[in-house]
C-alpha cells in the first residue's frame, strides 16, 4: 500500500515512536483500537493523562488524514475518523520503506550488520533466517 508518508526515522525512539511522532503515535493507537473515531473522542482520552489542546489533536489528525494514515468522513457537524491502515499493514510498509532504503545505498553493510545482529541477539531469528533462504534458495 502506497501511502503520502513521510516520516523521519529516529531509531533511539521505542516502537512507533521511531516513524511517527509521540502524540500521532497515541493517537493511532487509539483509533486502531477504536476503529472509528471523533477528534473530540480523541482529546477526551488523551486528556485524561496529559493536557494537551483540543486544536492540537484536530491539526494532527488532519495530519494523518493527510499522509494517508487516517480516513475522514464528515457525520453532521463532526469528521469520522477511520484507520485508513491496518497497524500491522502500517508496520509492514515502515519496515519495508526502511529495508529498501538501506539495502538500496548499503546492501553489504546492512546483511552483513543484520546476520552479526541476529547472533549476538536472537540466533533463533537467525535460525529462522537461514530456513528462509535456504527455501528461497531451492524455489
Known sequence: MALNMR??????????????????????????????????????????????????????????????????????????YTPAISEDDFVTMVVQQVLDGLLDDYSETAVDYMVDYLARRNPNELQRLHKVIASRVAA
Do not use: C
Open 7 to 80: 516520516f523521519r526515522f529516529s531509531p533511539t525512539k521505542d516502537g512507533l515512536v521511531k516513524v511517527l511522532g509521540p502524540l500521532e503515535t497515541d493517537i493511532m493507537q487509539i483509533v486502531w483500537q477504536d476503529e472509528r473515531s471523533t477528534v473530540k473522542k480523541i482529546h477526551r482520552k488523551l486528556s485524561q493523562t496529559r493536557e494537551i489542546a483540543y486544536t492540537t489533536v484536530m491539526t494532527t489528525m488532519s495530519r494523518l488524514a493527510e499522509k494517508g494514515v487516517l480516513k475522514r468522513h464528515r457525520e453532521g457537524l463532526a469528521y469520522v
